[in-house]
């Protein structure tokens, strides 16, 4: 089964401009997640989506939005970028069953803001 | 809020031998999870480990083990016969129980390096 996917691998963007990564899911995996991870440091959480709600944000300006489609991916759109929106970006799916919930994530997007 | 450390920013182990990653937590959760996940540098998360908090037996995955100390907040990870492929970041993660909001808060990793 293929695992979870996210594009573009990487993007160049100038400041004040919009971006938008895209995350598909494992198949059969409902809840998708956003990290952002700078350079050195470990994930931070953006948001959550399950059943195409949102179900958890985190400490992220307006800028941040996403979505989650009736098939499950699900896309992050940041707008006006600013330099320190540089990162890697992650998306991470979870079949949500209980418990042993276990987020798996994709390789995630490059995003360069010069 | 609950906040996860890793204080050791590197570590070198020679192959074949045995090295302890050291990660502390703070919550007020009696009920949670940890995680540990490896990111090599070609940067796809990996799971390496889990544990629930309500199990006092300690989580192992062939040669990946944990020390769980709940009362302490700690959880560590042992990695014994240390292979040149185990070389990655590697992050400590918490998460509360299962329910509305199920986010991962990561520790800030530490970079094992494994020499030959």
């Known amino acids: 089964d293929a695992g979870v996917t996210q594009s573009p691998t990487h993007l160049i963007k100038t400041r004040g401009q919009h971006v938008t990564l895209r995350c598909s899911p494992i198949?059969?995996?409902?809840?998708v997640s956003w990290y952002q991870q700078v350079l050195g440091q470990g994930p931070q959480f953006i948001f959550q989506?399950?059943?195409?709600?949102?179900?958890g944000r985190g400490n992220f300006p307006d800028r941040f939005s996403a979505r989650q489609f009736p098939n499950y991916s699900s896309e992050l759109n940041v707008n006006a970028l600013l330099l320190g929106d540089s990162a890697l970006y992650l998306c991470?799916?979870?079949?949500?069953?209980?418990?042993?919930?276990?987020?798996?994530f994709g390789p995630g997007t490059r995003l360069l803001v010069l | 809020a609950q906040t996860v450390t890793q204080s050791q920013p590197e570590m070198s182990v020679q192959e074949a031998e045995t090295v302890t990653l050291s990660c502390t937590y703070d919550?007020?959760?009696?009920?949670?999870?940890l995680f540990w996940y490896k990111q090599p540098p070609s940067r796809q998360m990996i799971l390496v480990i889990r544990?629930?908090?309500?199990?006092?037996q300690n989580a192992t995955e062939n040669r990946f083990s944990v020390n769980f100390q709940k009362a302490a907040k700690s959880f560590s990870l042992k990695i014994s016969d240390s292979q040149l492929g185990d070389a990655a970041m590697y992050f400590c993660?918490?998460?509360?129980?299962?329910?509305?909001?199920?986010?991962?808060?990561f520790g800030k990793g530490i970079t094992l390096s494994v020499r030959p």
């Open positions: 991470a799916s979870s079949s949500d069953r209980g418990r042993w919930e276990t987020q798996y």
């Open positions: 919550t007020s959760e009696s009920d949670y999870y």
């Open positions: 198949s059969g995996h409902k809840s």
């Open positions: 544990q629930e908090a309500y199990k006092q």
């Open positions: 989506y399950y059943e195409k709600e949102e179900r």
């Open positions: 993660a918490y998460r509360r129980d299962a329910g509305a909001n199920s986010k991962l808060t």
